[in-house]
Nanobody, 122 residues
């Protein structure tokens, strides 16, 4: 079992940056792909980015490609989401999730963190 805790959210102006962290418990962290998802009020949960257990493969949604970077440090059991050039439409609750396979569908992920709010003001 994996427990996930997100941090790093906050309020930022458009064009600014934030770095989210997803800290995991457990000694088998490197077995799991980690995905970042976001959900804005009244909208469906949306895939943002994902990284394989080794960190060798990454995927991004078209809406964040070129602005966000996902990375991981397996020695620290942590995955990061560096978000640059933030836009008001990036405002959402961001959650990380763990799954043995790297996939983009949130329905496939087994373990979830509680989420962290990101608000981008115009």
């Amino acid at each position: 079992q994996v427990q996930l805790v997100e941090s790093g959210g906050g309020l930022v102006q458009a064009g600014g940056s934030l770095r989210l962290s997803c800290a995991a418990s457990g000694r088998t962290f490197s077995r799991y792909a980690i995905g970042w998802f976001r959900q804005a009020p009244g909208k469906e949960r949306e895939f943002v980015a994902a990284i394989s257990g080794s960190g060798g493969n990454t995927y991004y949604s078209d809406s964040v490609k070129g602005r966000f970077t996902i990375s991981r440090d397996n020695a620290k059991n942590t995955v990061y989401l560096q978000m640059n050039s933030l836009k008001p439409e990036d405002t959402a609750v961001y959650s990380c999730a763990a799954n043995e396979l790297i996939v983009t569908s949130y329905k496939t992920y087994d373990y979830w963190g509680q989420g962290t709010q990101v608000t981008v003001s115009s």
